[in-house]
């Protein structure tokens, strides 16, 4: 039982550069979350999703698409990568109501 | 909108010594309350929460929390730090949609030895 993995660990774009970063429990949960720390402001909340094919908008979406086509994985996805958004995202997920279990986190820098 | 207020950025205590990491919230319903722990280069790791009940909450590592709904608090205690404990804490509230959290900005603690 691995709980919530994330892949890859870390990541170096040029601007302008796409990638996607996955996110993977194992938990059955229907619950799926994507996060960014940055320095000062704690996690913001970028995409989450309530079920297998649904998805739905958080606190800072833009720049950001997700896909959630099996309900184990959710995909975060930079179209053309800025400079804004290196940071540490993190994947969670949750049963209804439930707590959140959180990945060990992906390190995006973009230059 | 819901919002969590962590006024201490860092604080530093003596291991051995007690300590209080303060939290409140703003939210218009009945609040589902968390403290998470980050070690450096980590993820984060669930020590306590409160859905309903008792106000005093246990958690794992001999922390526990009490929810004040009056003063909108929910601060995190430990009556004896340990240095493995020096880490950033957060506190979160969930909203009833989704279970989204909202995070507070974190409190850097030190343990000096």
């Known amino acids: 039982n691995a709980g919530v993995t994330q892949t890859p660990k870390f990541r170096v774009l040029k601007t302008g550069q796409s990638m996607t970063l996955l996110c993977a429990q194992d938990?059955?949960?229907?619950?799926m979350y994507w996060y960014r720390q940055d320095p000062g402001m704690g996690l913001r909340l970028i995409h989450y999703?309530?079920?297998?094919?649904?998805?739905a908008k958080g606190e800072v979406p833009d720049g950001y698409n997700v896909s959630r086509l099996k309900k184990q994985n959710f995909l975060l996805g930079l179209e053309s990568a800025a400079p804004s958004q290196t940071s540490v995202y993190f994947c969670?997920?949750?049963?209804?109501?439930?707590?959140?279990?959180f990945g060990p986190g992906t390190r995006l820098l973009v230059l | 909108a819901q919002s969590v207020t962590q006024p201490d950025i860092h604080i530093t205590v003596s291991e051995g010594a007690s300590l209080e990491l303060r939290c409140n919230y703003s939210y218009g319903a009945t609040p589902y309350l968390f403290w998470y722990v980050q070690s450096p280069g980590q993820g984060l790791q669930l020590l306590l929460k409160y859905f309903s009940g008792d106000t005093l909450v246990q958690g794992i590592k001999g922390f526990e929390a009490e929810f004040k709904r009056s003063q909108s608090s929910f601060n995190l205690r430990k009556p004896s730090v340990h240095w493995s404990d020096a880490a950033e804490y957060f506190c979160?509230?969930?909203?009833?949609?989704?279970?989204?959290?909202?995070f507070g900005t974190g409190t850097r603690l030190q343990v000096t030895l």
């Open positions: 979160a509230v969930s909203t009833g949609t989704a279970s989204k959290l909202t």
């Open positions: 938990m059955n949960h229907e619950y």
């Open positions: 969670a997920s949750s049963s209804r109501g439930e707590t959140q279990y």
């Open positions: 999703s309530v079920g297998e094919g649904t998805t």
